[in-house]
Nanobody, 117 residues
Framework: VQLVESGGGLVQPGGSLRLSCAAS????????MSWYRQAPEKERELVAR????????NYADSVKGRFTMSRDNAKNTVSLQMNSLKPEDTAVYYC???????????WGQGTQVTVSS
């Protein structure tokens, strides 16, 4: 099983980044996919979550209207489009897969996002 994030980097406030997560080794379409983030000295927090079929998406209040999550079950990928980035969005962003029926979950290794001028 692998979850491989990409797309992180350094961006100025107000800028945009697109994170991607490529999944392999499990039945992707049956898993709820999520993006979490963890800033220095803070707990990991949920950013966005999408159901297996993509019909339901939830966002943290702090990113609503700025971030958009999507998934492509044919390509086993999930993305997070991040617009109007703020310094407080600086964190390591993680891809997370969860199958509630089989009670299985997997984490990616994380990708650093830094928002700074």
């Amino acid at each position: 099983v692998q979850l491989v994030e990409s797309g992180g980097g350094l961006v100025q406030p107000g800028g945009s980044l697109r994170l991607s997560c490529a999944a392999s080794g499990f039945t992707f379409s049956t898993y709820t996919m999520s993006w979490y983030r963890q800033a220095p000295e803070k707990e990991r927090e949920l950013v966005a979550r999408m159901s297996g079929g993509g019909g339901s998406t939830n966002y943290a209040d702090s990113v609503k209207g700025r971030f958009t999550m999507s998934r492509d079950n044919a390509k086993n990928t999930v993305s997070l489009q991040m617009n109007s980035l703020k310094p407080e969005d600086t964190a390591v962003y993680y891809c997370y897969a969860y199958d509630v029926v089989r009670q299985r979950n997997y984490w990616g290794q994380g990708t650093q996002v830094t928002v700074s001028s």
